[in-house]
């Protein structure tokens, strides 16, 4: 049982807008460390920007969960500060995978990539900075789909994991317009780098190379949108035999995917 205690409004505040700093800065630390790759911001200050999230998002629930009265509806304060948690740890995934992959050279799409990110995440702190007076937030909310509006129709993923990533991204606004492009060219690229053996390619021009946990990823994003089940099913059954003889094997993110790839659960909408 929740023990209630005096009345703390301002901190919900001061705590939303702290979250949305944090995930400025983390999304500001990721465009460096694309742009400037190997150089720029290095990983483990993305982590703690990672971490840092984590903490104020304990706060807030802790928080939550311990006064009678707050300024919002509990839940809608519960899901808001989870939401703002999750666009800093998927900046820090993001940014972590230029390591896992073994990146020379980010591409020229994913730097500009960046630079969209950093401007979606000045208007969530602008509007999270801003919670205790604000009365609407239409404009910002039609900024930010311009934003996302403005890249979908040129954005032309060709990775495997990216690929598997968006659709599963678009799962959650099947009736945006920006979704539905993306569904069907992701689907679309997918369809050329299926190799018959029971496995996504890396990329259009590596059909040798595969990678379990990508191919995993791949499969989430399939159920996601409910698409290629016979793929899925397929792909679970080479890699449960297939050994790639490296790292990868040992790699918890390998058998953290396998999972989520048998059993997606709650990663569906």
């Given at each position: 049982?929740?023990?209630?205690?005096i009345?703390?409004?301002?901190?919900?505040y001061?705590?939303?807008?702290?979250?949305?700093?944090?995930?400025?800065e983390?999304?500001?630390a990721?465009?460096s460390?694309?742009?400037?790759?190997?150089?720029?911001?290095?990983?483990a200050r993305?982590?703690?920007?990672?971490?840092?999230?984590?903490?104020i998002?304990?706060?807030l629930?802790g928080?939550?969960?311990?006064q009678?009265?707050?300024?919002?509806d509990r839940?809608?304060l519960f899901?808001l500060?989870?939401?703002?948690?999750d666009v800093?740890?998927?900046i820090?995934?993001?940014?972590?995978?230029?390591?896992l992959?073994d990146?020379?050279?980010?591409?020229r799409?994913s730097?500009?990539?960046?630079?969209?990110l950093?401007?979606?995440?000045?208007?969530?702190?602008?509007?999270?900075?801003?919670?205790?007076?604000?009365?609407?937030?239409?404009?910002?909310?039609a900024?930010?789909?311009?934003?996302?509006?403005a890249v979908?129709?040129e954005?032309v993923?060709?990775?495997?994991l990216g690929?598997?990533m968006?659709?599963?991204?678009?799962?959650?606004?099947p009736?945006?317009?920006w979704?539905?492009?993306?569904?069907?060219?992701?689907?679309?690229?997918?369809?050329r780098?299926?190799?018959a053996?029971?496995?996504?390619?890396?990329?259009?021009y590596?059909?040798?190379?595969?990678?379990?946990?990508?191919?995993?990823?791949?499969?989430?994003?399939?159920?996601g949108?409910?698409?290629?089940?016979?793929r899925?099913?397929?792909?679970?059954?080479?890699?449960?035999?297939?050994?790639?003889?490296?790292e990868?094997?040992r790699?918890?993110?390998?058998?953290?995917?396998?999972?989520?790839?048998?059993?997606?659960?709650l990663?569906?909408?």
């Open positions: 049982m929740p023990i209630f205690s009345p703390r409004q301002n901190e919900f001061e705590l939303f807008a702290a979250a949305g700093a944090n995930a400025l983390a999304a500001r990721a465009e460390r694309f742009r400037d790759f190997p150089g720029g911001t290095p990983q993305v982590k703690e920007l990672e971490h840092e999230g984590d903490r998002t304990g706060e629930i928080l939550v969960n311990s009678f009265v707050t300024p919002f839940e809608d899901t500060a989870v939401a703002v948690d800093t740890d998927a820090e995934n993001a940014t972590e995978l230029l390591g992959y990146v020379e050279q980010p591409t799409q730097i500009e990539q960046c630079g969209i950093v401007a979606a995440v000045e208007l969530l702190a602008q509007l999270l900075g801003s919670l205790k007076g604000l009365h609407g937030s239409a404009p910002e909310i900024e930010m789909r311009e934003l996302v509006n979908a129709g954005l993923i060709t990775q495997d690929l598997g968006m659709l599963w991204m678009t799962q959650f606004f009736e945006e317009d979704a539905r492009i993306q569904r069907d060219r992701s689907l679309a690229m997918l369809d780098m299926w190799m053996e029971g496995y996504f390619a890396r990329e259009p590596l059909p040798q190379v595969r990678i379990a946990f990508a191919n995993y990823g791949v499969s989430v994003g399939l159920q949108v409910d698409a290629l089940p016979d899925v099913a397929a792909l679970n059954a080479y890699f449960e035999r297939y050994r790639s003889g490296d990868y094997d790699a918890a993110i390998t058998h953290v995917m396998a999972c989520d790839s048998h059993f997606p659960g990663l569906l909408r």
